[in-house]
Structure formats: structure tokens, C-alpha cells
């Protein structure tokens, strides 16, 4: 399909009459590829030829990051405009997709070169240059990024007893995750069906036990004992 000729043909006829009512402008020839913003390179569309304009320039002109990134946004529901079909096409979120992987890929992305540290005692984030890393390491910074700074204490799934989780660990050490042997509701039998029967669902339940929610391993274990004594 021609799909510059289809596009011509509407600016044309866009050209050539007056709009009574809503309309978006247009530049005609993007800015993105060169175009002005003066008069003679914008025309008055309605909601929808605006929205086929930016979804033709697409297939005009495949790789352009700026392009594809305008007909996304067109692609967002507004009160005042009657696109009919205002909805992301599967080929416009694989083309959004590939433009973001170019746009964000080597020296294109903004994390490129960058790297995380965390100082526990004034508790602050920070990227930095990668290059600045041992400067900042010899003034007691760490590598890594911290999310939560207030300490969140939890009982250990396998003896109980109470550690600060740093990260999504449910086992307050290495001894007690060997000794779980991949059952940890073993001898806690009552106290899932206790949280189930109060919560009303699996997923609760097991997190109420410090568990990671009722996922994979976790939900089958858990499912398999409630199952036996419904």
C-alpha cells in the first residue's frame, strides 16, 4: 500500500476546507524529520484524520522514534475528541516497543555509564558515575540501592523467631531455609487453616505466615492442606 499517497491525499483535503467545531492542528510535515512550526506546515483535522495522519506517518517512515512515540500518545482517550477506534494496535505496540529498545540501548540510555549507591548512616540514594564508584565507596558508601530504610521485622518461617527482612527473605538464616527442606507449613498445619478460615482466601493466609503470597511451590503446598481437611 502507498501509504504517502493516502497520506497527501488527506492533508489535501484537509487544505482545501473549513472545520465547523472541534479540530486538532497538525504539522504537516513533522518536526521530527525537519518540519517548522510556521503556518504553511500546519492544518486544521478532525479527531480521527488526526489520528490516521500519525498512524500513516508511522508506516511511512518505520524507524522513526519520534513518530512512533506521537502516534502512542494519539492513542490516549480524551472527552473532546470522536476517534472511534482509539485503541493501541498490537503493530503499534511492537513498533513502541522497538523504538524504546533503540532509544534506551548504549550510550542512548540514561542510566548508561551510572550506577547506584546507598549511605546507611544519612540514609540517602545517589547514582553516580561508575567511574566515581571507589571515591564514594572510601567515604563509606555502598554499592546497591536501598527502597525501604525503616526495618521491616518478621518471624522466620522456620523456627519462628523474629529478624529484620532486607530484602524478600523468609528465613532468618542460612540453617533454617536448609532445615525448611522446601515444606516450611510442616508442624504449622493448624495455624494456615487458622489464617484461612479468618482471612477467607489462600493467598492471605500465607502471607499473614510470612510467606511470599500463595505462588508456585507456596500455593501448592498451602492448597494441598486445605484441601485435605475440607
Same mark, same amino acid.
Given at each position: 500500500?502507498?501509504?504517502?499517497?493516502?497520506?497527501?491525499?488527506?492533508?489535501?483535503?484537509?487544505?482545501?476546507?473549513?472545520?465547523?467545531?472541534?479540530?486538532?492542528?497538525?504539522? =504537516?510535515?513533522? /518536526?521530527?524529520? !525537519?518540519?517548522?512550526?510556521? @503556518? %504553511?506546515?500546519?492544518?486544521?483535522?478532525?479527531?480521527?484524520?488526526?489520528?490516521?495522519?500519525? $498512524?500513516?506517518?508511522?508506516?511511512?517512515?518505520?524507524?522513526?522514534? *519520534?513518530?512512533?512515540?506521537?502516534?502512542?500518545?494519539?492513542?490516549?482517550?480524551?472527552?473532546?475528541?470522536?476517534?472511534?477506534?482509539?485503541?493501541?494496535?498490537?503493530? @503499534?505496540?511492537?513498533? @513502541?516497543?522497538?523504538?524504546?529498545?533503540?532509544?534506551?540501548? !548504549?550510550?542512548?540510555?540514561?542510566?548508561? !555509564?551510572?550506577?547506584?549507591?546507598?549511605?546507611?548512616?544519612?540514609?540517602?540514594?545517589?547514582?553516580?558515575?561508575?567511574? #566515581? @564508584?571507589?571515591?564514594?565507596?572510601?567515604?563509606?558508601?555502598?554499592? !546497591?540501592?536501598? =527502597?525501604?530504610?525503616?526495618?521491616?521485622?518478621?518471624?522466620? %518461617?522456620?523456627?519462628?523467631?523474629?529478624?529484620?527482612?532486607?530484602? #524478600?527473605?523468609?528465613?532468618?538464616?542460612?540453617?533454617?531455609?536448609?532445615?525448611?527442606? *522446601?515444606?516450611?507449613? $510442616?508442624?504449622?498445619?493448624?495455624?494456615? =487453616?487458622?489464617?484461612?478460615?479468618?482471612?477467607?482466601?489462600?493467598? /492471605?493466609?500465607? /502471607?499473614?505466615?510470612?510467606?511470599?503470597?500463595?505462588?508456585?511451590?507456596?500455593?501448592?503446598?498451602?492448597?494441598?492442606?486445605?484441601?485435605?481437611?475440607?
Amino acid at each position: 500500500m502507498n501509504y504517502k499517497k493516502h497520506y497527501d491525499a488527506l492533508i489535501d483535503r484537509a487544505l482545501n476546507r473549513k472545520i465547523d467545531g472541534y479540530y486538532e492542528k497538525h504539522h =504537516i510535515k513533522p /518536526k521530527c524529520i !525537519g518540519g517548522s512550526d510556521k @503556518l %504553511s506546515n500546519i492544518v486544521k483535522l478532525t479527531a480521527r484524520e488526526h489520528y490516521i495522519a500519525h $498512524q500513516l506517518l508511522v508506516k511511512i517512515y518505520p524507524l522513526n522514534t *519520534g513518530l512512533i512515540n506521537a502516534a502512542n500518545m494519539m492513542c490516549t482517550a480524551s472527552f473532546k475528541n470522536d476517534r472511534s477506534q482509539n485503541k493501541l494496535y498490537e503493530w @503499534l505496540r511492537k513498533k @513502541l516497543s522497538d523504538a524504546q529498545k533503540i532509544r534506551q540501548s !548504549g550510550k542512548s540510555n540514561s542510566n548508561y !555509564g551510572k550506577i547506584w549507591i546507598f549511605n546507611k548512616t544519612i540514609k540517602i540514594n545517589k547514582k553516580i558515575e561508575i567511574e #566515581k @564508584l571507589e571515591f564514594y565507596v572510601k567515604e563509606g558508601w555502598v554499592k !546497591g540501592r536501598v =527502597i525501604n530504610w525503616q526495618p521491616r521485622i518478621v518471624s522466620c %518461617s522456620c523456627c519462628n523467631r523474629l529478624f529484620e527482612q532486607k530484602t #524478600k527473605e523468609i528465613f532468618c538464616s542460612i540453617d533454617c531455609k536448609k532445615n525448611s527442606r *522446601g515444606y516450611s507449613f $510442616q508442624g504449622r498445619e493448624e495455624e494456615l =487453616i487458622m489464617h484461612y478460615n479468618n482471612l477467607g482466601s489462600l493467598n /492471605k493466609a500465607v /502471607k499473614a505466615m510470612g510467606f511470599p503470597g500463595a505462588v508456585g511451590a507456596w500455593y501448592k503446598q498451602a492448597k494441598k492442606i486445605i484441601d485435605e481437611v475440607r
